[in-house]
């Protein structure tokens, strides 16, 4: 299946925008689904996110990182292994940030790939409204 692909202009500069945005740390700020981030230092690091009223965990490690350009990361354990890819761009007024989701299922995450493309597909849009908010100054989240 095709990644899921999301486009977003913020109002401040790329550099800034690309240090919040792949800041692992910062990820519960506005990701409504991130419980926690729990960052290892080496390019690794681990998510804890509610899904179907559980917690889930995922490891993660850097992929790629080219500053203030792009940034992805790709899951390394679990039934489904989230891929994740942001660009940040200039634009007027400040910057374009194009994030691109994608999953691998193994074993039992086939079974629930479609249900966990679905829930990325609506939930994604939503954390991305929170971040263009928060990066701008207003402190409201969805």
Do not use: C
Request: charged residues 25%; hydrophobic residues 40%; aromatic residues 8%.
């Amino acid at each position: 299946m095709a990644p899921i692909v999301s486009t977003i202009d913020i109002a401040r500069p790329p550099a800034e925008v690309f240090a919040y945005v792949t800041d692992p740390a910062r990820f519960p700020e506005w990701q409504r689904d991130v419980v926690r981030v729990d960052v290892a230092g080496d390019g690794r690091f681990t998510t804890i996110r509610r899904f179907a009223r559980a917690e889930r965990t995922t490891t993660q490690v850097v992929s790629s990182n080219d500053p203030p350009r792009s940034w992805s990361a790709r899951g390394v354990d679990g039934p489904i292994r989230p891929s994740a890819s942001v660009t940040v761009a200039p634009a007027e007024g400040g910057s374009r940030v194009t994030f691109a989701l994608d999953f691998e299922a193994h074993g039992l995450g086939v079974a629930l790939l479609p249900l966990v493309r679905r829930q990325a597909r609506l939930g994604a849009p939503v954390s991305y409204r929170n971040l263009k908010r928060l990066l701008e100054g207003s402190r409201q989240a969805d």
